[in-house]
């Protein structure tokens, strides 16, 4: 059983950064892919960005190329999500997520494992 904390979250300015945390349970992750995901009121969960454990490959999605970095600390299973110039539209509850297996990386209903979310907010 995979346990997920998220934290991190917070208020910020239009164009102010903030950095996501997720730290994952002991155990063993070469295989896994670890994503955050976000959801905004009304809206459907949505894809930002993955990385595959072993070999930190990442993705993201179009609305975050460029502003978002994922990476992770394999000593601390800890994965992070540095998010630069922000913008309003950013505004959501992000979670982060686990699978074990690498395909569909940006299909929520794919991951297992999920953590209890995070509010960011972003004011113009």
């Known amino acids: 059983q995979v346990q997920l904390v998220e934290s991190g979250g917070g208020l910020v300015q239009a164009g102010g950064s903030l950095r996501l945390s997720c730290a994952a349970s002991a155990g063993t992750f070469s295989s896994y892919v670890m994503g955050w995901f976000r959801q905004a009121p009304g809206k459907e969960r949505e894809f930002v960005a993955a990385i595959k454990w072993n070999f930190a490959i990442t993705y993201y999605a179009d609305s975050v190329k460029g502003r978002f970095t994922i990476s992770r600390d394999t000593a601390k299973t800890t994965v992070y999500l540095q998010m630069n110039s922000l913008k309003p539209e950013d505004t959501a509850v992000y979670y982060c997520?686990?699978?074990?297996?690498?395909?569909?990386?940006?299909?929520?209903?794919?991951?297992?494992?999920w953590g209890q979310g995070t509010q960011v907010t972003v004011s113009s």
């Open positions: 997520a686990a699978k074990r297996t690498a395909d569909r990386h940006s299909v929520p209903s794919a991951y297992g494992y």
